[in-house]
């Protein structure tokens, strides 16, 4: 049992959305800033060990079915993150479609503060451009993936 998913269903904050066999094991984070669960799609059967965040002022995760995400993964979407069928991500692994802070200092420490104070901020731009990661491929153990990629189907 994901303790960490019951909570957050029971305050009634947004999780996910999954297909019939999917699986959050105990140490996977779902983290939906974006206050709708339907931003978060795990496809059938696909298991999820690491961490899928979106972020407050946007942003879209989609697994396809029969897919693994590692312990230690981050995808963190602020934009779009499509990821195929069958398609395995290692440990490790850090997949971002945005910068996921300002370039600015002041705007960082602006996004910093709101975090810590209200939660994500609604608006925000971090240059987002949407990741694909087509069917079969393989996302070795430590990748990073950053925004505006594309990866092949069967891609190693």
Not at 44 to 66: A, C, D, R
Not at 96 to 104: E, G
Request: hydrophobic share 40%.
């Amino acid at each position: 049992m994901n303790w960490h998913l019951l909570l957050a269903r029971m305050s009634g904050r947004a999780t996910c959305e999954r297909g019939a066999g999917a699986r959050l094991t105990r140490q996977a984070r779902i983290r939906n800033a974006g206050g709708d669960s339907r931003n978060i799609f795990i496809g059938n059967h696909s298991v999820v060990e690491g961490e899928l965040f979106v972020f407050g002022h946007g942003g879209k995760i989609s697994l396809g079915e029969w897919c693994y995400v590692g312990p230690g993964t981050r995808v963190w979407s602020a934009k779009e993150i499509n990821i195929g069928r069958r398609v395995l991500i290692s440990h490790g692994v850090n997949i971002f479609d945005s910068l996921t802070h300002p370039l600015s200092p002041v705007a960082r420490h602006r996004q910093f503060k709101a975090i810590v104070m209200t939660g994500h901020p609604q608006e925000l731009d971090l240059d987002e451009r949407p990741v694909t990661i087509a069917d079969d491929a393989w996302i070795g153990a430590g990748a990073t993936i950053m925004r505006g990629v594309s990866i092949g189907a069967r891609a190693i």
